[in-house]
DNA sequence: TCGATATATGATAATTTGTTCATATGTACA
DNA sequence: TGTACATATGAACAAATTATCATATATCGA
């Protein structure tokens, strides 16, 4: 026991006494998916974490466009779409298809949709 | 026309050229929503693009848990969870009723878990 | 009331992010 | 082949973020 402690409170600010709900936090921490998956999982949600983005991901779910008419749609400059269209792929949220000079967008995946759905709904309620 | 060209290409960098697409412009942008509505969509996600806050959401996807239980189960500092609750709490994404010394966290909103869920799915494909 | 414990929070430093500017790349067409 | 256009990208700088440290607040029990 006075072990136990030992093995939880190396030098850490980690809470002192043994574990406040033992049961509670050894069944939770079962449901924990390994380190990748929430590196992987904050990467792509931390894509939506921006208006500029979002904004383009609205757009393409309604049309497919390329960086030109998006950049216009937005009134931003081409070159802050482009890096945001090349975040946006980084996460494979949307793609992209030449077309001549041009690059269509679309998006990449019905998630993509789905998480923007349900955070809507979120934050309008 | 030239008229209709310098309203669009007011010294910005926005394409030079009038509208590639003018019909999908224009019916892209109906769905775009206003610029508040993607403000606090990006605040929200924004929060679900850090691993520890994951990890925490995912903790009380399955129990409710005190700070310390927290700490415990994901071997961090007390400081360190308690902030990031603090962040949690600050876009409605848990909620905490006292209990004595202790404070016991919940999630708040079962959009919590649907966006943590489609997360996973999209992130495993 | 005092000491221990559980949580909250302000300040700070290291890192990350988002836009702008300048420029490069690539394609079409005259 | 040369020019115009559509897109991509590197550098840079300001702003935002995250963990840590130190400390404050609040509650319980002796």
Do not use: W
């Not at 033992?22 to 992987?40: C, G, I, Q, R, W």
């Amino acid at each position: 026991m006075d072990n136990q402690k030992d093995i939880y409170n190396i030098g850490e600010d980690v809470c002192s006494i043994n574990l406040i709900h033992e049961k509670s936090v050894e069944n939770a921490k079962k449901a924990l998916l390994t380190e990748d998956v929430y590196t992987d999982l904050s990467d792509t949600f931390r894509i939506f974490g921006n208006p500029t983005r979002l904004k383009i991901m609205s757009l393409l779910a309604v049309e497919d466009l390329c960086v030109c008419d998006i950049s216009e749609a937005l009134s931003m400059s081409q070159s802050a779409v482009s890096h945001q269209l090349r975040t946006l792929r980084g996460q494979n949220l949307v793609k992209f298809k030449k077309e001549g000079k041009q690059a269509r967008y679309s998006l990449s995946d019905r998630h993509v949709v789905e998480i923007l759905k349900i955070g809507i709904e979120h934050v309008l309620e």
